[in-house]
């Protein structure tokens, strides 16, 4: 890959892998957890931070000093497991620069748990009762605080950034009117939500359905340049249809129901039965995927969080036969440009 211009829109698909799984590589071109990074001007917005996204920052030549904005979709693990990474070993870049702070910003609270997958079953006890569904400000400030015996004596001893005033994590709040409840109305009806604006981009979200996690999010970037869609993982969303209308590029998330159920090695078949149900509740098949990309007229459409991500690339071109436009399955570090 080429130096890449320092002026434009382009998307590096940092990681395309769906799922809180550990891969041989095996060959595979979808290894990594998933991570896309939004790049305006040189300035790098992140979505997500799956396993191994530091790395992929390094490999596609994407500064940490360039770091401008972390966008969280929810709090499943493969979206959130190498935050840590970037905050504790990324943040090292920003030595010498005092006032620089990242914003993080993610899903809040959920406030209460959800139910139990079978209702006849008592209910597991809770993990951590006293605290059990942080938000995205706990989630920061708890890494950090995990890392405070590393991130105080490299700030005493090498002169270390002061990461606790770097990255600042910030919950998105769900207007009221919107009617939104984890449980009962976890993807109701809403317009498009402005949670970020700079001089380079201006970022709106909305909700997406991937019950039982809630509130569970998807971004749009626009810039002068064009603009970007990054669904987070969802069924199909109409929520999701009003926010990506007109854009150049949406990155949806897709699954082979098929391939999963037929690789899933589950201890009985209530697991079995577990697990396929919210695959198929909180998911996207490809052709579903091209139909919400043909509904919101997108010019581009691209598939990532694969599931299963060693499936034949012939699964995914399914998205071809509902959606027109042009479609793409990117690989790990491939990277798109936008407009022009």
Avoid at 1 to 27: K, N
Avoid at 45 to 62: I, K, N
Avoid at 326 to 334: A, F, K, S, T
Wanted: net charge negative; proline share 9%.
């Amino acid at each position: 890959m080429g130096q890449e211009p320092d002026r434009g829109m382009r998307v590096v698909t940092l990681g395309t892998a769906g799922g809180p799984l550990l891969r041989p590589r095996q060959g595979s071109r979808h290894h990594s957890g998933i991570a896309t990074a939004v790049v305006v001007d040189s300035a790098v917005y992140l979505v997500d931070c799956g396993h191994g996204v530091g790395l992929g920052m390094a490999e596609a030549g994407l500064r940490f000093t360039d770091l401008a904005g972390i966008f969280i979709t929810h709090h499943h693990s493969d979206h959130t497991i190498d935050l840590n990474t970037v905050m504790v070993l990324g943040g090292l870049a920003l030595r010498g620069r005092p006032d620089r702070t990242v914003p993080v910003l993610g899903p809040g609270r959920r406030g209460v748990l959800p139910p139990a997958s079978d209702p006849a079953e008592e209910d597991p006890e809770p993990i951590f009762p006293d605290a059990p569904t942080p938000g995205t400000a706990d989630l920061v400030e708890l890494l950090l605080r995990a890392h405070a015996t590393d991130l105080n004596d490299r700030r005493r001893d090498s002169r270390a950034p002061d990461l606790s005033r770097v990255f600042r994590g910030a919950d998105i709040t769900v207007p009221p009117h919107v009617g939104f409840h984890p449980d009962g109305a976890n993807h109701p009806a809403m317009d498009p939500l402005e949670v970020f604006r700079d001089g380079r981009v201006t970022v709106t979200a909305t909700l997406v359905q991937h019950r039982p996690v809630a509130p569970a999010f998807a971004f749009r970037f626009d810039s002068a340049h064009g603009s970007v869609t990054v669904s987070g993982d969802t069924a199909p969303s109409e929520n999701l249809v009003r926010l990506a209308a007109g854009c150049d590029l949406l990155l949806h998330e897709a699954i082979d129901l098929d391939a999963v159920a037929g690789s899933y090695r589950a201890p009985t078949e209530k697991d079995l039965a577990a697990s396929m149900g919210h695959h198929r509740r909180a998911h996207t098949t490809p052709e579903d995927a091209g139909r919400i990309a043909g509904a919101a007229q997108v010019r581009t459409l691209a598939l990532h969080h694969l599931v299963p991500a060693h499936a034949p690339a012939e699964t995914w071109q399914r998205a071809a036969t509902t959606f027109s436009g042009e479609l793409l399955v990117p690989v790990d570090g491939e990277s798109i440009p936008i407009g022009g």
